[in-house]
């Protein structure tokens, strides 16, 4: 019973680590005021670049540093047609996905079906993996949880602590004005859109190179939309996506754990996504008037503008 | 130094927008060539492939014309959607909740009926299936504030698993061999066909009398107004007393029902028994968008823009199969041309010049 628990404690925070990883980059990303629907292609690009990286090098840390890259050079396409051009971003952001989920077919075709030889190990940190019950939960984990983890109280701490944090929470809230400050608006939401998208692009090497050693058209199922409601239950806080990832990985595993019930697996498989509404309804229903989101989230803004 | 100036423009004419629209295609074809070139696919070859695979013979054109009717019928419904600047991205659902709907009726009921009674009726249960799948987002938006984005996303997950449960377990068929298909429908529930062709037609002029209907409703009715309004200004709306709820259910209804439609039409005009949902549907729901997109929202423009991209899926088809691509080659097509019309759209309401200037 005891190592069960345990067991599924890990694998909670197993499948819940991609989904933190992207909530942050996403939150960073609409906490400048832009809306990045993208994140789901984004991911997938991630997925496919570390892989593929990894399988030619050998070495997983330069398949997580290409999928970084990645992930932060299509996001440029977003940063462009929203910041630059002003378009409605929930179009731009659609199209990044079919474009990233798309390209990273096109690039991962060779791959399918390919296992990888090596891949991130886990690491387990000494001392404090010996502790009972919460060493080998917390602290055997592969090094994607660690980072996570620090990067979430990193980004709280820049966007809540520091100056550039100000900055991004300013234009989010009122670019014009930020603007008046002195403050280039433009190029704060380029920044932020690029390295959310390097987030994502990590989350998606997470899920090829550590989760599941494989490349597979479409394995990043949905996640980057859940990362998306994600944002919106974290309530734009990297600390309390902490919380909201976690308890969706914990829905991950919960799939597993209730296949030997004999309940159809496609009934199981629909967890997560009717949990994503749920989840929504809830907060929306506690308090649907202020959610607290960056004032000007989604909205173009035009430099200059009235 | 070059300088960048722009200033916006007062008037558009109809030839500004029609060549905006050519240049941005073509401009987004040069794009998807750069990504199949990197890819180690010639590009060349690939656009001769689509184009002969989709427009070049009789077989494709007919093929072309087959994979059209589900893509306007949900484009025009989208187009209305997004009109009110409701983003409904789960026309993929909604066109399986219709199907689901219309293959129980098609398979209950259809033993007993003439299928004069039996087509009309699967075709209103495709519709109140989609329409009811449609409507859920709308209502959780209203609500619950619940973003319609992330909720008909998540719709289309559950919708599809939900289907394949169905497929795989409780209507899985007797005459199937153990595979994970319903029975076929009776003859008197499959439409008919025009001969040779897998066009059928009943479903095309569904979707041609909805198209002159919904058009008639958008740019003649008051409601059709109230549309706009919300779309352009939700301040405004409240404010001029439009009932906002009732008009995004109406406007969901309308949407997820024309996917209903195209469900239904798909499983009795083409497949004839339901199985799984990538089968029934490549994509359409989601290509839709872009149909919708690039028919600037207009039905009738709808007509010509999914065509069009029933021209890429078909000879997608045909690049997947002799280049040995991956399906989700179209959706290479499909988010380029995207960033390229929206980009387009830019330089339409932009007057852009550059200026050499000496500093």
Redesign the interface.
Known sequence: MEEIIISVAQRTLVAGTPLLLGTIGEILCERSGILN?GVE?VMSMGAVTAFIVTLSTGNPWLGLLAAICAGMLISI?HAF?SVT????Q???G????????????????PY?GIPLPVKMNSFDIPLLSDIPYIGPIFFKQSPFFYMAIVLAFAVWFILMHTTIGIKIRATGENPKATETQGINVSLIKYYCVIIGGGFSGMAGANLSISYSKSWI?GMTA?RG?IV??LT?FALWNPTRAIIGAFLFGGIFVLQYLLQPFGI?P??L??LP??A??LV??AI??RN?QK?NAPAWLGEPYQKGER | MVRIKVTDRDTITNQQSLLTLVLSLVAGMLAISLVFLINGVNPVFAFTKIFSGSFGSKFGIMETITKAIPLILIGVGLAIAYRAKFWNIGAEGQLLAGAITGTWVGLNWGPHLPSYIIVPLMFLFGFIGGAFWGVIPAILKIRFSVNEVISTLMMNYICAEILTFLIVGPWKGKTKYGYPYTDDLPDSAILSVFSGTRIHYPTLALGIIAIILLGIVIYKTKFGYEVRVIGENIDAARYAGINFFKTTVIIMIISGGMAGLAGAGEVAGVHHYLSYPASISSGYGFTAIIVAWLAKLNPFFVILSGLFFAGILVGGDAIQISLGLPAATVQVFNGILLVFLIMGDYFLKHKVTLKWAKD
């Open positions: 629907l292609g396409i047609a051009l002003q378009s409605n929930v179009v731009s659609l199209a990044l996905t079919m474009i990233g989920l798309g390209v990273s077919g096109l690039m991962g075709k399918v058209e949905g939309w998306i409601a919106i159809s496609n009934l498989g629909l996504y009717a994503t509404l929504l309804m929306g229903f649907s959610l």
